[in-house]
T-cell receptor, first 113, second 112 residues
């Protein structure tokens, strides 16, 4: 089945130690999104890629970066994680850049010690 | 940016009772989407509403989009324990925006 895969499902890192989260998709969708979701809150969009074009949300901290080496893969890099960055990180895809249906991966739960 | 307000934040119902969550926007929405997130899971797309006054049904779930396209509701008839989760509405972040802004969600608990 076509799907959105995130690895790892759980990630523990130390305060200030860089971490990379991975997302891959077999849907061949043009758009990939990264969301941050804290406990009992709505997903908050960090940035998205439309093909190779990167779009950062205005309030996304510089600490968060992303890479999309090809259509299938997208990475979220957190350069210096702080305690406040502990959250679930959700990757999503959509076929086109519109308010199209978004397909979410299972998420990576990040713990910062 | 666009804000989408959702109420209630929590709802506890007895199994078999009905449930409704409401979504409101201060501005007209081109469309609205609904997602369900099970405990420990990820958001899963339920439906998209586009037309003014649109009503769509999925088994026990009824979705409505207001005439002014500023509000929407999700109604579940005769809830079951499998309905447990958080229901989010999501609308465009702004006029012409391609990003979605999610409401804060309504967390539904069903008491067997």
């Amino acid at each position: 089945d076509a799907m959105v895969i995130q690895n790892p499902r759980y990630q523990v890192t130390q305060f200030g130690k860089p971490v990379t989260l991975s997302c891959s998709q077999t849907l061949n969708h043009n758009v990939m999104y990264w969301y941050q979701q804290k406990s009992s809150q709505a997903p908050k969009l960090l940035f998205h890629y439309y093909d190779k074009d990167f779009n950062n949300e205005a309030d996304t901290p510089d600490n968060f970066q992303s890479r999309r080496p090809n259509t299938s893969f997208c990475f979220l890099d957190i350069r210096s994680p702080g305690l406040g960055d502990a959250a679930m990180y959700l990757c999503a895809t959509s076929r086109v850049l519109s308010t199209d249906t978004q397909y979410f991966g299972p998420g990576t739960r990040l713990t910062v010690l | 940016g666009q804000q989408v307000m959702q109420i209630p934040q929590y709802q506890h119902v007895q199994e078999g009772e009905d449930f409704t969550t409401y979504c409101n926007s201060s501005t007209t929405l081109s469309n609205i989407q609904w997602y369900k997130q099970r405990p420990g899971g990820h958001p899963v797309f339920l439906i998209q509403l586009v037309k003014s006054g649109e009503v769509k049904k999925q088994k026990r779930l009824t979705f409505q989009f207001g005439e002014a396209k500023k509000n929407s509701s999700l109604h579940i008839t005769a809830t079951q324990t499998t309905d447990v989760g958080t229901y989010f509405c999501a609308g465009p972040s702004g006029a012409g925006s391609y990003q979605l802004t999610f409401g804060k969600g309504t967390k539904l608990s069903v008491i067997p």
